[in-house]
C-alpha cells in the first residue's frame, strides 16, 4: 500500500510538472497574438480563476480524502462535504457575479468585468471536481486525478491560443478576448469533470438528501482545520499576490507623468505581466523536486539537507541565468526590450519563494501551523502597504520590488523563528560555480550576435546549456544527482 501511495504521488507530481510548463508556455504565443494590452486584460483576471483551480485540484481534494481516511460514516460526510461545497460555491459565485461590475472598477477597467464572471464561473465545478477527485485520492488512485488535470491543462491552453487566434482575425477587443479565453478554461474543467463522471464507479444520486440539514455541515467546517486552512493559504499564496497587483498596480500607474490614457498604463501592467510565465517556468523545477518528495517527507517529519541543498542552489542558479538572459529572452519571447529591469526584480522572486516553500513544509511536517500562516499573511501586509506608493514612486520597478520586499521578510521571519539560516548561501564553491557560470554566459552572449528572431532563439538555448554545463563541472556535481 506504501509502494503504492508513493508510486501514485509520483503520477500526481509529473502530472503538476507538466501542467505547470503548459500553463507558463502558452502565455508566450498568447502574448505575441494579443499584444501587452489583451495579455493584461487576460492576467487581470487569471488569479481569480487560477485559486478557483487550486481548491478544486489540491485543497479540496487533499481534505476529503482525509476526512475519508478518519471518518467512522465516510459515506455521510462525503455528502455533507459535497452539499457544503456546492452552497458555498454556488453562493460565492451569485454574491462575485452581482459584485463584477464594482469589483471591475476597482481593478481600474470596467470592461473587465466580463472576462472575471467567466474567470468566476468554474466555481459551479469546484464541488463535482473535488467529489471525484477527493474519492480517487482516497482509494490511492492518484492516476484519475492526474490525467484529469492534463486533460483540463490541455484543452484549456487549446482554447486560450483558439481565442488569441480569432483576435488576429474576428476581433480588435481585448476584453472580449480575455472572455473567450477564460470561456476556455472553463470548458477544459467540464471536460475533466466529464472524464471523472465516466471513469469513475461513484455516482451523484443521493447527494441531495437532507440537504438543509445545518449541524453535519457545521462539523464538517470544524474538521477541516487549522492546518487545512494554513495549507490551502499556502497553496494561493504567489495568486494572492499577483491579485494585490490586478487592483493597485494599474491604478498606481495612471499617477505616472508619462502616463496620458487609460490604455498606455493598460499596455504597461501588461509589459509588468511578462515577469509571470518566467517566474512559473522557475518554480515549476524547484517546486518538483519538493513535490516529488513529500511522501518521504511525512515519513521522516523533517526535510533532508540534501533537498535543502538542491532547491536552494538550483533556484539561485536559475534566476542568476534568467536576470543575465533575460533582455535577450525579452526580446526573442516577446519583440521587446521595454522595462527589463522590472522583470529581472521580478524574477529574483524564484529563490526566495523556493526557499519559503522549504521553510514552509519544514513547520507544517512538525505541525507549526499557526505560526506559519501569520509569518505568511505579514508578507500579505507589506505587499499591501507598499505595492501602490512604490508603483507612483518607481513605475513597473517598484511594483516588483514590493513583491520582492514582502517575500524577503517572510524568509527572514521564518528562518528566524525556525532558528536554521540558510547555509547554502555561505558555500563560497557554489558562488564561484555561479561566478563562472555568468562569465560564460556573458561573453557567449557578447560574441554571438544575432539579429534574426528564430536565430536568436536557438543562441539563447545553446546559451543557456553552456551555463549549465559550466555550473554543473565547477561546482562538481552531475545534473541527474542535483535533481535526484
Not at 501602490?388 to 520597478?397: D, E
Amino acid at each position: 500500500m506504501k509502494k503504492l501511495a508513493i508510486k501514485g504521488a509520483s503520477v500526481l507530481a509529473l502530472a503538476g510538472f507538466l501542467s505547470k510548463i503548459l500553463a507558463a508556455l502558452y502565455r508566450f504565443p498568447y502574448q505575441n497574438l494579443v499584444g501587452d494590452q489583451g495579455f493584461y486584460a487576460f492576467q487581470q483576471v487569471y488569479p481569480f480563476y487560477a485559486i478557483i483551480t487550486t481548491l478544486s485540484l489540491i485543497a479540496l481534494p487533499n481534505f476529503l480524502s482525509s476526512l475519508i481516511h478518519s471518518s467512522n460514516q465516510p459515506k455521510e460526510e462525503t455528502h455533507q462535504f459535497f452539499q457544503l461545497s456546492l452552497i458555498l460555491s454556488v453562493l460565492s459565485f451569485v454574491v462575485l457575479t452581482l459584485l463584477s461590475q464594482p469589483i471591475a472598477k476597482l481593478m481600474g477597467q470596467e470592461k473587465l468585468a466580463g472576462p472575471f464572471v467567466m474567470a468566476i464561473l468554474p466555481l459551479l465545478l469546484v464541488p463535482f471536481l473535488s467529489l471525484y477527485r477527493g474519492r480517487a485520492q482516497a482509494k490511492q488512485d492518484m492516476v484519475t486525478t492526474a490525467v484529469s488535470q492534463v486533460i483540463e491543462q490541455s484543452i484549456r491552453v487549446v482554447l486560450i491560443i483558439c481565442a488569441a487566434l480569432m483576435f488576429t482575425r474576428l476581433s480588435t477587443n481585448v476584453y472580449t478576448i480575455s472572455f473567450l479565453a477564460m470561456l476556455g478554461s472553463f470548458i477544459g474543467g467540464l471536460v475533466a469533470l466529464v472524464y471523472l463522471m465516466f471513469f469513475s464507479p461513484f455516482k451523484l444520486q443521493g447527494l441531495f438528501t437532507n440537504f438543509t440539514a445545518l449541524q453535519p455541515k457545521g462539523k464538517i467546517i470544524q474538521k477541516f482545520g487549522l492546518s487545512s486552512l494554513v495549507f490551502t493559504f499556502f497553496m494561493v499564496y504567489m495568486l494572492i499576490l499577483q491579485m494585490i497587483d490586478v487592483f493597485f498596480v494599474k491604478n498606481a500607474l495612471m499617477h505616472l507623468p508619462q502616463i496620458k490614457t487609460s490604455n498606455q498604463a493598460e499596455i504597461l501592467k501588461g509589459i509588468y505581466d511578462r515577469g509571470q510565465p518566467f517566474l512559473q517556468l522557475g518554480l515549476v523545477f524547484t517546486t518538483s523536486i519538493l513535490t516529488d518528495s513529500l511522501p518521504k517527507l511525512t515519513r521522516a517529519k523533517q526535510i533532508s539537507k540534501k533537498i535543502w541543498d538542491n532547491v536552494t542552489y538550483l533556484a539561485i542558479a536559475l534566476t542568476v541565468g534568467l536576470v543575465i538572459l533575460l533582455p535577450e529572452m525579452n526580446d526573442v519571447l516577446f519583440k521587446s526590450h521595454a522595462h527589463v529591469l522590472s522583470l529581472q526584480i521580478f524574477v529574483c522572486q524564484i529563490p526566495i519563494i523556493s526557499m519559503i516553500q522549504l521553510y514552509h513544509h519544514d513547520l507544517f511536517l512538525v505541525g507549526k501551523n499557526k505560526m506559519s500562516g501569520l509569518i505568511l499573511l505579514s508578507g500579505l501586509v507589506l505587499k499591501l502597504v507598499s505595492v501602490y506608493p512604490l508603483t507612483v514612486l518607481y513605475g513597473l520597478n517598484g511594483a516588483a520590488l514590493s513583491s520582492l520586499i514582502s517575500l524577503l521578510l517572510v524568509l527572514i521571519f521564518y528562518s528566524l523563528y525556525s532558528r536554521k539560516l540558510p547555509r547554502q548561501l555561505f558555500n563560497f564553491h557554489f558562488w564561484f560555480a555561479i561566478l563562472m557560470m555568468g562569465a560564460v554566459v556573458i561573453l557567449g552572449n557578447h560574441i554571438l550576435t544575432i539579429s534574426e528572431r528564430w536565430l536568436a532563439l536557438f543562441k539563447l538555448t545553446i546559451l543557456s546549456g553552456l551555463g549549465a554545463a559550466t555550473f554543473f563541472k565547477v561546482f562538481n556535481v552531475s545534473p541527474r544527482e542535483f535533481l535526484n
